[in-house]
């Protein structure tokens, strides 16, 4: 069944318009709010936020609808997206909300929500919740008697702050170390860098000055070039950027480079298996994590397993087949020891943890693989499914063919735009170009 309002990372879209608007973020709440009533306990939902303006609008919409079923709402103001979910788990919330469009600019919201045991809703409980939005709306509301009550919890970022210390190993500090902190002028804006802190760091925040308007911009894990700057400029060792909601991480070592989400991954799973801690036999990751990373766990005695694109997809592949460590390219890490959806800083205080012990720099302890070259092309595709054309599954098995075990070709459409994304990798660039333009042109022709 087609999705109205949820995507593949709960409902997101430009404030004030359908369907990020105060009028659906009040059914929001109240269908949520009713698909999660158990029991005859006082039921609670915690509500979070990152930094941008139109956060004003849709928080208080939330709160109406859930108050309006009898649940009482846990208010925590701007916290990361993971601090959410551990919060929900934590409270013993009968559900999480985390008002947040992650890495788009300021002008976007969205609204994900978690359940009880902190873990991001199914697809199948998501259509369940936009079937009563659009059709049992106001059979769960509350008697008068029955409303639910609003707080706000004042020690939420401490108890956060506790949380990812917790994470980080208790053998070791920061003392020493210099860290460009980029917080994207989002949700960790306070508490990432006083974790690096109180752990021992000399921190250079940056991206700490949030308005409303300036999530993102020209910040932060998706525009990495102010943190590479304040890394050269100040003479650290080493670059963190966060994103907009800080489910999400890259890093660069001391001369700028950049450390994506797949060589997070690598060095989170060499730690791990030294220190004995890695599960399952595997890492899982998305299709579009690098070739050279399955290369180097195959050298490390680890599988991977792939899903399609979406944090969530990890994380119910990884709670499928016991895997503790999982996550994307772009930088959604999940460690299933500590955290139920991705955590950008959890993610980085694990690399630091390797840095610490060594006497190195980090260009020369976290960087563990060369990636394949990789290219990715965008084909404009309003109508039609590129998989249903001849032509073009023709040119994919040409691909598939030419490539052999030396690459990989993968053609999908995107969940967020009109777009189909076709990514090639191998060792020959050469080759890449070849193949992707042979793709291309066969959608071309097909008029897709």
């Not at 936020?49 to 709160?63: N, V, W």
Request: aromatic content about 4%.
């Amino acid at each position: 069944m087609t999705r109205k309002y949820f995507g593949t990372d709960g409902i997101r879209g430009t404030a004030n318009i359908d369907p990020m608007t105060a009028e659906i973020a009040l059914k929001v709440g109240e269908a949520a709010g009713v698909q999660f009533l158990r029991g005859d306990h006082r039921h609670r939902v915690v509500i979070g936020k990152d930094t941008r303006l139109s956060g004003y609008m849709i928080e208080p919409a939330l709160t109406a609808g859930f108050t309006s079923v009898g649940m009482d709402v846990v208010l925590v103001g701007p916290m990361p997206t993971p601090a959410v979910a551990m919060l929900t788990k934590s409270l013993r919330a009968d559900i999480g909300v985390m008002i947040s469009a992650s890495h788009n600019p300021y002008q976007d919201n969205g609204i994900k929500i978690f359940g009880p045991d902190g873990f991001k809703l199914s697809d199948e409980v998501e259509l369940e919740i936009e079937h009563r939005i659009d059709n049992n709306l106001g059979h769960g509301r509350a008697e008068p008697r029955d409303l639910g009550r609003a707080q706000r919890l004042d020690d939420a970022a401490g108890r956060y702050i506790e949380f990812a210390k917790n994470t980080f190993p208790s053998d070791r500090r920061l003392d020493g170390l210099r860290i460009v902190l980029d917080c994207a002028n989002g949700a960790a804006y306070r508490v990432a860098p006083t974790v690096l802190y109180e752990l021992g760091a000399e921190v250079i925040p940056i991206g700490v000055e949030p308005d409303g308007y300036n999530i993102n911009k020209n910040c932060g894990s998706t525009d990495v070039e102010a943190m590479q700057a304040a890394v050269v400029m100040h003479g650290a060792d080493i670059g963190i950027a966060l994103d907009g909601d800080a489910d999400r991480v890259v890093m660069c070592d001391e001369n700028g480079d950049v450390l994506d989400g797949d060589q997070l991954m690598a060095l989170i799973a060499s730690f791990w298996m030294k220190e004995g801690k890695i599960k399952g036999g595997a890492v899982v990751a998305t299709v579009m994590s690098n070739l050279g990373l399955e290369r180097y766990l195959t050298d490390l005695g680890l599988n991977m397993h792939r899903t399609k694109v979406g944090d969530r997809y990890v994380v119910e592949t990884m709670r499928a087949s016991g895997c503790n460590l999982g996550g994307e390219q772009s930088g959604h890490i999940i460690m299933s020891d500590y955290a139920t959806t991705g955590d950008g800083l959890v993610a980085a205080l694990q690399a630091l943890a390797v840095l610490a012990k060594s006497d190195r720099r980090a260009s020369d302890v976290i960087r563990l693989f060369t990636p394949l070259p990789q290219r990715l092309t965008n084909v404009r595709c309003e109508t039609g499914d590129p998989m249903s054309s001849e032509g073009v599954l023709a040119a994919i098995a040409a691909a598939e063919s030419k490539l052999g075990s030396n690459g990989r070709v993968l053609v999908r459409k995107s969940g967020t735009e009109p777009v189909v994304r076709v990514m090639a990798e191998a060792d020959d660039l050469g080759l890449i170009d070849t193949v992707i333009a042979d793709i291309v042109g066969a959608m071309h022709e097909a008029r897709l």
